[in-house]
T-cell receptor, first 115, second 116 residues
Framework: AQKITQTQPGMFVQEKEAVTLDCTYD???????LFWYKQPSSGEMIFLIY??????QNATEGRYSLNFQKARKSANLVISASQLGDSAMYFCAMRDGNQGGKLIFGQGTELSVKP | DGGITQSPKYLFRKEGQNVTLSCEQNLNHDAMYWYRQDPGQGLRLIYYSQIVNDFQKGDIAEGYSVSREKKESFPLTVTSAQKNPTAFYLC???????????????FGPGTRLTVL
């Protein structure tokens, strides 16, 4: 069965520093997609970045980059130059092609940015 | 503006009552999903629909029902059979359900349901 694991319940980072949020996954499908979402205290899920299993390069979107290590089955999110507004829950998710493309989510990591 | 709307934002239910959560999208997306989030947890799939007049159970469908009479709308009913309905409910949509590659799901703002 497909599974996403986020082992860091909470993380602290100083403003303007970089932080890495860990995500490991398990799947037997050769083709899959990995997503990162941000959930602020208001509750909405905000899409940050996507990595496809066949993508040759690590995905980047502004201050967000994904450290994709296929052999290790890890897809860590790197946030550079942290801002106070980055304080939120962060979820790693994997697309399941068997159930209408549903997303399988990890437990999340709560990031707190200190001024 | 294109997007997904959910209503109400907060909902209170008495024991034994059925309640319906609304989800509407104007993105012209084929696929729609309902997820449930409990405190400190990730999201779990309740139901999904890939096309009008068709829907499938997700991982935790017991005590819930849905309909998909229009492409834009995917309401979720929380029935009295759902033993622990207090949670945050999120609706999502995507262009096409079956694609394996990039197909971002867009989420609504959510409905927070509390059973009194």
């Amino acid at each position: 069965a497909q599974k996403i694991t986020q082992t860091q319940p909470g993380m602290f980072v100083q403003e303007k520093e970089a932080v890495t949020l860990d995500c490991t996954y398990d799947t037997s499908d050769p083709s899959y997609g990995l997503f990162w979402y941000k959930q602020p205290s208001s509750g909405e899920m905000i899409f940050l970045i996507y990595q496809g299993s066949y993508d040759q390069q690590n995905a980047t979107e502004g201050r967000y980059s994904l450290n994709f290590q296929k052999a290790r089955k890890s897809a860590n999110l790197v946030i550079s130059a942290s801002q106070l507004g980055d304080s939120a829950m962060y979820f790693c998710a994997m697309r399941d092609g068997n159930q209408g493309g549903k997303l399988i989510f990890g437990q999340g990591t709560e990031l707190s940015v200190k001024p | 503006d294109g997007g997904i709307t959910q209503s109400p934002k907060y909902l209170f239910r008495k024991e034994g009552q059925n309640v319906t959560l609304s989800c509407e999208q104007n993105l012209n997306h084929d696929a729609m999903y309902w997820y449930r989030q409990d405190p400190g947890q990730g999201l779990r799939l309740i139901y999904y629909s890939q096309i009008v007049n068709d829907f499938q159970k997700g991982d935790i469908a017991e005590g819930y029902s849905v309909s998909r009479e229009k492409k834009e709308s995917f309401p979720l009913t929380v029935t009295s059979a759902q033993k622990n309905p207090t949670a945050f409910y999120l609706c999502a949509s995507s262009i096409e359900a079956a694609r394996m590659r990039y197909n971002e799901q867009f989420f609504g703002p959510g409905t927070r349901l509390t059973v009194l």
